[in-house]
């Protein structure tokens, strides 16, 4: 009955560290695809990397312009709004790859983490597991043990007792039915006798 148990729990343990695997699998690859798709923003970001010297060299620019005694014709200042709007863009563009590398970094740490957890919970269960398997094995081996010896006793009582029963019916071929009498006799005292 205990080995029952034990095995049962032993099974249930297999089945958990089995999904604990599964789980850690499924983490390292859906890590995996990330990393590739945060890499792949990486390289178009940073083809598109734009510096902010032109950022400068606009607002300069700018600058003179307005100080000029005259006012710029709306072809410039279409040029301006459109210059502004790209500008905006990029520098959205390049807080989004900050933010991405942020995010990127955060969520390898943190899936790390997760990993290493896994990883430490398998090996202790693993671990418990053989530890287990000792104890059911020394426990085997005692009931065996033990099995044996009863085997080995219980084989001595029947040699002996077929001795005396080959004895015994050798001793009646030889009493006669007034000796079987007596003997019915003591018998009956014996049992009587406190």
């Known amino acids: 009955m205990k080995q029952s148990i034990q095995c049962d729990v032993i099974y249930a343990k297999q089945k958990e560290l089995g999904e604990l695997r599964s789980k850690g699998d499924e983490l390292r690859s859906s890590h995996r695809a990330k990393v590739q798709k945060l890499q792949l923003l990486l390289r178009e970001a940073s ?85 287990e398997m000792v104890l059911l094995d020394d426990d085997l081996k005692n009931l065996k043990g033990q099995y044996d010896s009863t085997l080995t006793k219980q084989g001595k009582e029947l040699k002996l007792l077929r001795k005396i029963v080959l004895e015994l019916s050798d001793e009646r071929k030889h009493v006669k039915s007034s000796d079987i009498i007596k003997f019915g006799e003591i018998k009956q005292d014996l049992v009587t006798t406190p």
């Open 47 to 131: 083809k598109a990397k734009v510096s902010h010297r032109p950022l400068h060299e606009y607002t300069s620019a700018l600058d003179l312009v307005q100080q000029a005694p005259f006012s710029p014709p709306s072809y410039v200042l279409q040029k301006q709004a459109l210059l502004c709007r790209e500008l905006h863009r990029v520098e959205v563009q390049i807080n989004l790859i900050d933010w991405t590398n942020q995010f990127r970094s955060e969520m390898s740490r943190s899936i790390k983490r997760t990993i290493q957890t896994l990883d430490e919970e398998r090996a202790n269960m693993e671990v418990s597991l053989l530890k």
